[in-house]
């Protein structure tokens, strides 16, 4: 199994970047994609998640409003829309496959209930 994320970068605050998942070795349809960041010193933490039929979303407050997360099943990737960046998102973005099906907000938010990780790419905002 392999998630390759793409479209870090370096970024002024206000701007906006577009985050993907390309996921291979496994059903994707079958899982639920989560993205979550980490900046230095920090634990990882949750940002958003989509479940496998694209029915249910689900938000960090921190980016509620600013970030959609969406996926595209026919090419096995997922997406992070990041609107109005700031010195806050500043981290290294991971996006995560979870196989359990019918699960809530809270089972999803916790990193450990994931299968498999990406590497991260990262996101700088200047302020």
């Known amino acids: 199994v392999q998630l390759v994320e793409s479209g870090g970068g370096l970024v002024q605050a206000g701007a906006s970047l577009r985050l993907s998942c390309v996921a291979s070795g496994l059903t994707f349809t079958w899982y639920t994609m989560g993205w979550f960041r980490q900046a230095p010193g920090m634990e990882r933490e949750f940002v958003a998640v989509i479940t496998q039929n694209d029915t249910v979303t689900y938000y960090a407050d921190s980016v509620k409003g600013r970030f959609t997360i969406s996926r595209d099943n026919a090419k096995n990737t997922v997406y992070l829309q990041m609107n109005s960046l700031n010195a806050e998102d500043t981290a290294r973005y991971y996006c995560?496959?979870?196989?359990?099906?019918?699960?809530?907000?809270?089972?999803?938010?916790?990193?450990?209930?994931?299968?498999?990780w990406g590497q991260g790419t990262h996101v700088t905002v200047s302020s």
């Open positions: 995560a496959a979870d196989l359990n099906l019918g699960r809530g907000s809270t089972y999803y938010r916790r990193p450990g209930a994931y299968d498999f």
